[in-house]
């Protein structure tokens, strides 16, 4: 089975931009979840999508939002890129229910550079 | 609220010595516990998963952990390290009783294995 993909694997733009990631789970999989990652905060929550619905939303301003398809793919664009937003944003999907207990299964990542 | 700590941002060892990375969590119900681990540039990849049932739990490339309920932990271990398992590792919890809440993680362990 393919693993998780993210497109583009790496991205530079510069400040006020906006900018639109994103990401194909494993096949079968409705759950998908995104985190930025920096080296200073470490791993932080974006947003869950199940089934085409944001179950989970995590602590970002409202720059920051998603979606999912109904192929379970998502998206999450970025507007008005701040020199902060530079990051690896990181894509999961996990298993046929979403359930609590079943693993998530990450991207490669794509590397945001803001200028 | 559901945490997770790891003491120790850096741990280094021998080849062919063992490698204990400790992680320690806090949840108000049963917690369900993950070990990941990260190579530069790269996403996160699943190591092992403590559920239910027996507490050492046996993973991929060698690795174990076990899940100790008085003192709140989840230690990864392996036998013997190779220097290939030198990376990024990180511990997450998510609190069975809460749903389908996201998965929290510590902060990561960087794990240095000298030849």
């Known amino acids: 089975k393919a693993g998780v993909t993210q497109t583009p694997r790496y991205l530079i733009k510069t400040r006020g931009q906006q900018v639109t990631l994103s990401c194909s789970p494993i096949s079968g999989h409705r759950s998908v979840s995104w985190y930025q990652q920096t080296p200073g905060q470490g791993l932080q929550f974006l947003f869950e999508y199940f089934s085409e619905t944001q179950r989970n939303k995590g602590n970002f301003p409202g720059r920051f939002s998603g979606r999912q398809f109904s192929n379970s793919r998502s998206e999450m664009n970025v507007s008005t890129l701040e020199l902060g937003d530079s990051a690896l944003y990181l894509c999961?999907?996990?298993?046929?229910?979403?359930?609590?207990?079943?693993?998530?299964?990450f991207g490669p990542g794509t590397r945001l550079l803001v200028l | 609220a559901q945490s997770v700590a790891q003491p120790e941002d850096q741990v280094n060892v021998a080849e062919g010595n063992p490698l204990t990375v400790k992680c320690t969590y806090s949840v108000s119900g049963n917690p369900y516990l993950f070990w990941y681990v990260q190579y530069p540039n790269r996403g996160l990849q699943f190591l092992l998963k403590y559920i239910t049932g027996d507490n050492l739990v046996k993973g991929s490339y060698g690795f174990e952990a076990e899940f100790n309920k008085s003192q709140t932990s989840f230690h990864l271990k392996k036998p013997s390290a190779l220097v290939s398992d030198s990376a990024l590792y990180f511990c997450?919890?998510?609190?069975?009783?809460?749903?389908?809440?996201?998965?929290?993680f510590g902060k990561g362990t960087r794990l240095s294995v000298i030849a």
């Open positions: 997450a919890v998510r609190d069975m009783r809460q749903g389908n809440t996201p998965l929290v």
């Open positions: 999961a999907s996990r298993g046929l229910a979403g359930g609590v207990g079943e693993t998530q299964y």
